[in-house]
């Protein structure tokens, strides 16, 4: 059986980092998953990939092949994919036990918001599908930074309706008290509820406040794992919250070492 993991979230939140880091940590841990760069764009990768967009579309390619400029070289590569689903699908095919972990295009919107993207999502997600939501840590150290993440997060959960995680990534950055302080947001959203108040004035002011109330539910029902690539840290909660979805619920039991982190 397979999961395939989507790694998604805003450019530069760390997606490809992860993607090497995690993949390193399970052949430590766990057992060997099959690397799938999705970026046509990218230009270097932190990790061997053993499936590559870039062998059928290049972005970089494309942009002389029609002239055209970088975002129209992406948004047409991210179309062409299509055309090579079948390869894709094909190349997954000879790994069919493990997670399959795939790094997704810096040009999140391009990818996610267009038809074309969510196409290619649900066309490989023949058995199980996980999305893995990155939060940079600095962009949501300020109570309406991390309040603007959350929103993007959800847009992505009600776009793939897919399960979905989200990673707050890059805590090695922060001090314990900013740390300490998003994590109090995280457990208890009447404090961010407080923190907007004191940060924000005016009109923006309510509209905020009356907007954290929509995201109440979604933080009641997603889980937030803090985390640093850069450090591996957090990685076994995101592997207890993996093999929950892998192992298919009832009759999975955790192995002993990870029970301490329910
Ligand atoms: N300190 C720290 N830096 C990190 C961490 N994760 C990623 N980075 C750094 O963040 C930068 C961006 O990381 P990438 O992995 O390229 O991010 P990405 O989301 O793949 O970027 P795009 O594909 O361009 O959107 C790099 O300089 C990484 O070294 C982390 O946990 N801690
Ligand atoms: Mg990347």
Not at 24 to 39: K, R, S, V
Not at 172 to 177: F, G, I, P
Request: proline share 4%.
């Amino acid at each position: 059986m397979r999961l395939l993991v989507y790694v998604l979230g805003p450019a530069g939140s760390g997606k490809s980092t992860f993607t090497a880091s995690f993949s390193e940590w399970l052949l430590n841990e766990a057992g060997i998953a099959l690397l799938m760069n999705l970026d046509p764009a990218s230009t270097y990768l932190p990790y061997t990939p053993d499936i590559d967009i870039r062998t059928y579309v290049d972005a970089r390619e494309i942009m002389k092949k029609y002239n055209l400029g970088p975002n129209g070289a992406i948004i047409a590569s991210t179309d062409l994919m299509l055309v090579h689903l079948d390869k894709i699908r094909e190349d997954i095919s000879h790994f069919d036990d493990g997670y399959i972990l795939i790094d997704t295009p810096g040009q999140m919107e391009v990818f996610a918001f267009r038809r074309t993207g969510e196409i290619i999502v649900r066309s490989l997600c023949e058995e199980k599908c996980v999305i893995v939501f990155l939060i940079d840590a600095i962009l949501a150290n300020f109570p309406s930074g991390f309040l603007s993440q959350l929103f993007l997060a959800a847009s992505i959960y009600y776009r793939f309706k897919l399960p979905l995680y989200l990673l707050l990534n890059k805590i090695d950055l922060l001090s314990e008290k900013d740390l300490t302080r998003i994590n109090s947001w995280i457990d208890n959203p009447e404090k961010l509820k407080e923190d907007l108040d004191k940060e924000l004035k005016g009109y923006e002011r309510i509209l905020t406040l009356d907007l954290v109330k929509i995201l109440q539910d979604f933080l009641e029902h997603f889980k937030i794992i803090p985390i640093s690539t850069k450090r591996t840290e957090g990685f076994d909660k995101v592997y207890v919250e993996l093999q929950k979805i892998y192992s298919g619920g009832e009759d999975f039991e955790l192995p002993d070492y990870l029970k301490k982190y329910v």
